[in-house]
């Protein structure tokens, strides 16, 4: 165990938590953590709104988890409303603008790879089978 004193911020946070009794069960129901709530506290200040709900010993309709779903259904829906005012013919111009350009960009790498070499590779060429039979 340390000896000595906490530091004096430390202190005042574990009095503000006896003052608020429903963020012990925030940090045991793995909501929050101890040091998140601490950085919180020394950021907002005790006296900050966000702490009126704990300190009567409610527990906020909105835990972390609702709040991610929130998150996430507000990103859907600005998605779903991006993707509503894309005009497909553009979309498609855009799309073959980039497909040339990649074009380009392969011939010009292959060129380059080309140029290292002394000769270009031979092919093989086999000769036809004259005796290719097919079945009925």
């Not at 005790?46 to 998150?71: F, I, M």
């Amino acid at each position: 165990m340390m000896t000595g004193k906490l530091h004096p911020s430390v202190e005042e946070f574990k009095a503000f938590v006896k003052e608020h009794p429903s963020l012990i069960k925030l940090v045991r129901s793995n909501e929050y953590n101890w040091q998140e709530l601490y950085e919180e506290w020394y950021l907002l200040g005790p006296d900050d709104p966000k702490w009126n709900p704990y300190k009567q010993g409610n527990v906020p309709r909105t835990n972390k988890s609702n709040e991610k779903d929130e998150d996430d259904k507000r990103w859907v829906q600005q998605l779903t409303g991006m993707l509503k005012k894309v005009d497909p013919h553009q979309m498609q111009h855009h799309l073959q603008n980039l497909s040339q350009a990649i074009g380009a960009i392969q011939g010009v790498l292959s060129q380059f790879q080309g140029a290292g070499q002394e000769s270009p590779p031979q092919q093989i060429q086999t000769p036809g089978n004259p005796f290719l039979f097919r079945k009925d």
